[in-house]
């Protein structure tokens, strides 16, 4: 497994050894102690979730803000462009993110961790998303940034109008969410 950080040292791009041959694949798509080893401590995943979604579904920017969760995201099916916005008021990269397409193809996986924000675009026609949590899902501890804040910036992909959920529409801007210290 190659290990690459991206522009927030903390989220780190997951690149698996892949075997190929004339009758397919075979990966790794977890080592426990591979993955303690690339993140620097020892994590454990207590919840394992799938969503499938159309093209231009955005889902996010959700985090927990009492019970944060860090994520293991992946795509098994289709592609993505996925992004991690810095929660954590006490952090160098406060309010910036890390973003990078996701695929079925690519097989790569991004760690996001503990006091993020995390939101993807369905780039093909449908995609489905698996993602390990590091606690478990709280709706009332649920909270959404909106996906097109001017101050995060994030540079979606173009000419997409996104579909969001009523929630997802409801986000607020990074200057009056709640935030991790």
Not at 44 to 56: A, E, G
Not at 82 to 99: M, N
Not at 133 to 148: A, G, K, Q, S
């Amino acid at each position: 497994m190659k290990v690459k950080a991206t522009a927030i040292p903390d989220v780190l791009v997951l690149e698996p050894t892949i075997y190929e041959d004339a009758r397919g694949f075979f990966f790794e798509s977890f080592n426990q102690r591979r993955f303690d080893d690339a993140v620097g401590r020892s994590v454990r995943f207590v919840q394992d979730n799938h969503s499938r979604s159309f093209k231009h579904v955005l889902r996010g920017l959700h985090y927990q803000i009492h019970r944060p969760q860090g994520k293991l995201v992946r795509v098994v099916s289709g592609e993505v462009f996925d992004v991690a916005v810095d929660l954590r008021r006490s952090s160098p990269t406060f309010g910036k993110y890390a973003s990078g397409v996701l695929s079925a193809a690519n097989k790569t996986q991004l760690w996001i961790p503990e006091g993020f924000a995390h939101a993807f675009l369905v780039l093909s026609d449908t995609a489905e998303f698996l993602y390990k949590t590091t606690d478990y899902y709280v709706p009332d501890d649920e909270r959404c940034l909106i996906w097109n804040d001017r101050d995060i910036g994030i540079d979606w992909p173009k000419d997409v109008d996104p579909i969001l959920s009523a929630k997802d529409r409801l986000g607020l801007p990074l200057g009056k969410a709640e935030v991790f210290a």
